[in-house]
């Protein structure tokens, strides 16, 4: 971390061989990060920041709106799952040990003081456990119907995908779907399933996918953009 043009927002530096400019990103909950080429020198950076410190600083008042900004707590008081249509209540205790237990729609967690970072992993494991409960048998449903046989489904919490599909025809499918409604999920499945089939992204996977799914390009589409939209405590 460098010393940047206020306190409150953190700066953190990155080289990246391939870049071929400066890269800025305000990263949700870590602050400011600085990706440079190998060819400018960390020396340039009081001018980096200066030069874009009114962008940083609009970037940090977004951050600090949508519950963000470094400092902030970023444990939820509800958790909204859009494909099980269910809210879940949170309710936070001090305590000396970390645990979570669920009670009908609260979530009840125990937190040593101070301990987030035990808070959020406590939740994302919650969230598989509620995505295995839910989305395998649902996967499962899904290519019944389709007539597409596959091997066995498994949960995950990636950072990038949701989902993939082995050439053994296992399928691996994000917790963070059950933030999604239904439908969005369900083309994710079938995007998976038509790899059973077709293991790349030629013309007759999306010939196959469009006739399971005739909305994909809506569905590619919202799907791009629900990555933005996924709680922070999801994807730290």
Request: glycine letters at 6%; aromatic letters at 6%.
């Amino acid at each position: 971390m460098v010393e940047g043009l206020r306190p409150d927002i953190p700066v953190y530096v990155k080289r990246n061989a391939r870049a071929k400019r400066v890269w800025l990103k305000m990263r949700a909950g870590l602050g400011l990060e600085i990706v440079l080429p190998d060819h400018v020198s960390q020396t340039e950076i009081p001018y980096i920041l200066k030069r874009h410190g009114e962008w940083i600083t609009k970037q940090h008042a977004a951050q600090w709106a949508r519950g963000e900004a470094p400092g902030q707590s970023i444990l939820p008081d509800v958790i909204s799952l859009a494909f099980l249509q269910q809210e879940y209540g949170v309710h936070i205790t001090t305590g000396s040990c970390a645990q979570l237990s669920l009670e009908q729609t609260h979530v009840q967690m125990i937190l040593p003081s101070k301990q987030e970072d035990l808070g959020t992993r406590l939740l994302q494991n919650f969230l598989k456990y509620c995505a295995r409960k839910h989305l395998i048998p649902y996967c499962q449903e899904v290519a019944q119907e389709v007539g597409i046989i596959i091997g066995r489904v498994s949960i995950r919490n990636q950072s990038t995908r949701w989902g993939s599909c082995s050439a053994q025809h296992n399928i691996s499918l994000n917790a963070k779907l059950l933030f999604l409604p239904r439908p969005l999920v369900r083309h994710v499945i079938l995007h998976e399933l038509c790899h059973v089939a077709h293991q790349n992204h030629g013309p007759q996977f999306w010939s196959a996918l469009q006739a399971l799914d005739v909305e994909t390009q809506v569905h590619d589409q919202a799907l791009r953009q629900a990555w933005d939209e996924l709680p922070l405590w999801s994807r730290v």
